[in-house]
């Protein structure tokens, strides 16, 4: 389930699994929540709001009800288990998760979001196997929460759209900046909201997300002073206008004023020449490909799953290195660690499709032949499912469940969108890019591997690759290595010797759905779909 919440069973079950432990070999467990962390807050709006008080309470006791829940998923008795419960914060988990994944041994450290442990934003320092907080930004002010607002302003209510919207600010001019500076105020090195703009502070940030097997629902968070400064609110099905656009680009203007101006004060604080992000304002790929330009640091690592479901790895690492001292030894270069599939299991899912029996050629390849078919095939301006290896982690397809497709013709956005992605016409795609070649194409070279940067296209270059090239002359690319992902590389590289362009499109392997797992899953997309070709492991799926 995408934005799945509720407890973690399966995720738990298959990280032990593949760790090759049982429960029982556990010796500590960190929780990323800490319900003491900023208790004189909390205490003062539970006095204002007693039904957020409520439904707050409800989380905590999901959250101080973890060791029965855990015992639970495997049978266990929770009094003999041995493993030491630690909490830690949700900020700084968030920072750990970022920092102790990054190649660096020392850098500047920022995360913000919407809320967590009655936070929106931290940041500090990291040394070696230390983090030291400088400060942070309490609710009810918060970048996330501003962001989503103005979505919903917008007309865009799904848990989520938020991405949508920075997309669509492409298309439009900052003409409401200064209405916006009056919404989101700069202080010091951080911010604060202008509350009458909004209503979390009064009636909290209602939002439903402890159904594991549903979507979370946010409440409103925009109050009706909004639309009276800014003018009528959109509805989810009306139509979007020149004004809607201009509100869109005004939101991520400001947006970027702000953080930029928070990334400036920190780099002055702290002297540092990198910087880790983390939380979800740091998939804002449009505000971080402008860091390098905008401000002293010259380097720059967002983690892959900066959002919630990066704390776990980060509270663990937080423990491991912080607390315990150990050593640091691991940069997390690539993305690639969910579930895999061999051959054999590969076979079988095709073989249960019956897919002959549907007019369909299977054929499987030796790994040359593979990629010299499948680049021609792309090269035919054809639309290929791209299933390989272990499933990426976080929310982008980076080239193991991906959907690819020639960047050559500016019709294939909307072949796109229209017959495949069943989505908005205006959202972009993403180039994956050779990383040797990406300096060649792209206004910055700086390392993109978790396609959460944004550059300029060189001008020479945009009418090559008109198809994953947003309206702003930008994209949101990945950057490959051969190292991260030999196959993808390679393919790349065949799709180069056929075309001349070292970039494909990159787009997630679904459709309005959570991205494609399971080989099953594959092939049931690529089945309802009107995708011409499935390459899945060695095999090359086509319409006879």
């Not at 947006?255 to 702290?270: D, I, Q």
């Given at each position: 389930m995408k934005y799945a919440a509720g407890f973690p069973a399966a995720a738990i079950?298959?990280?032990?699994?593949?760790?090759?432990?049982?429960?029982?070999?556990?010796?500590?467990?960190?929780?990323?929540r800490n319900p003491y962390a900023r208790l004189g807050t909390k205490l003062f709006y539970a006095v204002r709001m007693?039904?957020?008080?409520?439904?707050?309470?409800?989380?905590?006791?999901?959250?101080?009800?973890?060791?029965?829940?855990?015992?639970?998923?495997?049978?266990?008795d929770p009094e003999k288990m041995k493993a030491k419960f630690h909490r830690v914060e949700h900020h700084v988990a968030h920072l750990a998760s970022s920092f102790y994944c990054s190649p660096f041994e020392e850098a500047a450290l920022l995360?913000?979001?919407?809320?967590?442990?009655?936070?929106?934003?931290?940041?500090?320092?990291?040394?070696?196997?230390?983090?030291?907080?400088?400060?942070?930004?309490?609710?009810?002010?918060?970048?996330?929460?501003?962001?989503?607002?103005?979505?919903?302003?917008?007309?865009?209510?799904?848990?989520?759209?938020?991405?949508?919207?920075?997309?669509?600010?492409?298309?439009?001019?900052?003409?409401?900046?200064?209405?916006?500076?009056?919404?989101?105020?700069?202080?010091?090195?951080?911010?604060?909201?202008?509350?009458?703009?909004?209503?979390?502070?009064r009636t909290g940030p209602e939002m439903s997300w402890a159904e594991a097997d549903k979507t979370p629902v946010l409440g409103k968070l925009f109050s009706e002073e909004l639309p009276k400064h800014l003018g009528p609110a959109r509805q989810a099905d009306e139509g979007i206008t020149r004004r809607h656009k201009n509100l869109a680009?005004?939101?991520?203007?400001?947006?970027?004023?702000?953080?930029?101006?928070?990334?400036?004060?920190?780099?002055?604080?702290?002297?540092?020449?990198?910087v880790c992000l983390a939380g979800g304002v740091a998939f804002n790929c449009v505000a971080n490909g402008k860091i390098l330009s905008q401000?002293?640091?010259e380097s720059v690592y967002v983690h892959p799953a900066a959002g919630d479901a990066g704390l776990a790895v980060g509270a663990a690492?937080?423990?491991?290195?912080?607390v315990f001292g150990m050593p640091r030894s691991f940069v997390m270069e690539h993305a690639y660690w969910g579930p895999g599939f061999n051959a054999e299991e590969t076979r079988k899912a095709i073989e249960t499709a019956n897919l002959s029996d549907g007019g369909y050629a299977i054929r499987q390849m030796e790994e040359e032949k593979l990629l010299e078919q499948t680049a021609n095939i792309i090269g035919e301006g054809k639309i290929l499912g791209w299933f390989q290896g272990r499933a990426e982690w976080g929310p982008r397809a980076l080239g193991n469940r991906s959907i690819v497709a020639d960047p050559r013709r500016p019709e294939m956005k909307e072949i796109l969108n229209r017959r495949i992605k069943h989505r908005e016409i205006f959202r972009p795609f993403a180039p994956s890019i050779l990383a040797e070649a990406s300096g060649e194409w792209f206004e910055k070279s700086h390392p993109s591997p978790f396609m959460t940067m944004a550059y300029a296209v060189k001008p020479s270059k945009r009418?090559?690759?008109?198809?994953?090239?947003?309206?702003?002359?930008?994209?949101?690319?990945?950057?490959?290595?051969k190292t991260a992902n030999p196959r993808y590389w390679k393919l790349i590289k065949e799709v180069e010797r056929q075309t001349g362009i070292p970039v494909v499109l990159n787009t997630s392997f679904n459709d309005n759905e959570p991205i494609v797992c399971k080989p099953q899953e594959a092939i049931d997309c690529f089945l309802r779909t009107q995708m011409d070709a499935l390459v899945i492991g060695d095999f090359l799926i086509t319409k006879s």
């Open positions: 079950r298959y990280c032990l699994k593949e760790a090759g432990l049982t429960l029982a070999e556990v010796d500590h467990v960190a929780v990323p007693p039904s957020f008080a409520r439904e707050r309470m409800k989380v905590l006791a999901k959250f101080t009800g973890i060791r029965e829940a855990l015992a639970g998923t495997f049978d266990a995360s913000a979001d919407g809320l967590g442990d009655f936070a929106s934003s931290m940041w500090g320092a990291g040394f070696g196997q230390r983090m030291n907080v400088h400060g942070a930004i309490a609710f009810p002010h918060s970048l996330g929460l501003y962001y989503s607002a103005i979505t919903q302003y917008l007309g865009f209510l799904k848990f989520g759209d938020e991405y949508k919207v920075m997309g669509l600010g492409a298309y439009g001019e900052p003409e409401f900046l200064e209405e916006f500076r009056k919404i989101v105020k700069s202080k010091g090195g951080g911010f604060e909201l202008a509350l009458k703009y909004f209503t979390h502070h680009c005004s939101l991520q203007a400001r947006l970027e004023e702000v953080y930029l101006g928070m990334l400036r004060h920190l780099a002055t604080e702290t002297r540092m020449k990198s401000t002293p640091f690492l937080y423990l491991w290195h912080q009418d090559k690759i008109p198809a994953p090239t947003h309206v702003d002359g930008t994209g949101r690319l990945q950057t490959v290595t």
